[in-house]
């Protein structure tokens, strides 16, 4: 069993910056490959970023490119999500995930477990 606890979500302007944080419990974290997905009120969940057990495995979805960093800490058991220059479409529920196994998948149905998530609201 792996529970998450996301942290860091909040208020921000537009251009602004935050960094989200995610604490995994059990055991074997560094064997996980963890991900940050998101939902908007009306919209499904959807992929953000994910990273497997290094750092040169990693994914992010096309409308966060070059704005939101993934990172992981696996002595904390902890995984990051940076995001700059934030946009008001950038609003939504942020989740953390986590899954056995090497692959990056997109799709929500692939990632066991979940955390309880984090509001981000980007203001105009």
């Known amino acids: 069993q792996v529970q998450l606890v996301e942290s860091g979500g909040g208020l921000v302007q537009a251009g602004g910056s935050l960094r989200l944080s995610c604490t995994a419990s059990?055991?074997?974290?560094?064997?996980?490959?963890m991900g940050w997905f998101r939902q908007a009120p009306g919209k499904e969940r959807e992929f953000v970023a994910a990273?497997?057990?290094?750092?040169?495995?990693?994914d992010s979805a096309n409308s966060v490119k070059g704005r939101f960093t993934i990172s992981r800490d696996n002595a904390k058991n902890m995984v990051y999500l940076q995001m700059n220059s934030l946009k008001p479409e950038d609003t939504a529920v942020y989740y953390c995930?986590?899954?056995?196994?090497?692959?990056?998948?997109?799709?929500?149905?692939?990632?066991?477990?979940w955390g309880q998530g984090t509001q981000v609201t980007v203001s105009s």
């Open positions: 995930a986590v899954k056995l196994g090497i692959l990056l998948p997109t799709e929500t149905t692939k990632w066991g477990y």
């Open positions: 990273i497997g057990r290094s750092a040169a495995n990693q």
């Open positions: 059990g055991r074997d974290f560094s064997t996980y490959a």
